[in-house]
């Protein structure tokens, strides 16, 4: 039992490993040297909290449609929405190179797949993990 949970855990860690990498490429390669789109990482960290904190609550009041799943849901898309629409407007604006802005969105794909991939892998009642 714990082995399968083991083992989605490192693929996770991988998968998101990954797609910082990105990030950071973009950020740090010689031919770009800005720091700007590492700005995402921002939205990667607050986007699961209003959902964490709405299922909490939700489990508390018994209800599986709550206003307040819906206003986390909505709240996390617009971070969501944020961190891919950052990269495109600074390179639009002329901050970052246009690479730079493939390899952030790239790594905003794969590490927001990772987000999901936890939530997805992890919400089932007999994990340890499910109280995250």
Known sequence: MYSSYFAGLVSLAFTGSIGMTFVIL?????????????FVVLFYVLSPIPTMVARRYTDNAGGTNSTCMETAIFITMGFLISSFALPIVLAHAGTIALGA???????????????LGFFTIFDSDDSDYAMW
């Open 26 to 38: 973009a950020c740090a390669l010689p031919a770009y040297n800005v720091w700007w789109p590492f």
């Open 101 to 115: 802005c493939f390899l952030t969105l790239a790594g905003n794909v794969i590490v927001y797949l990772t987000i």
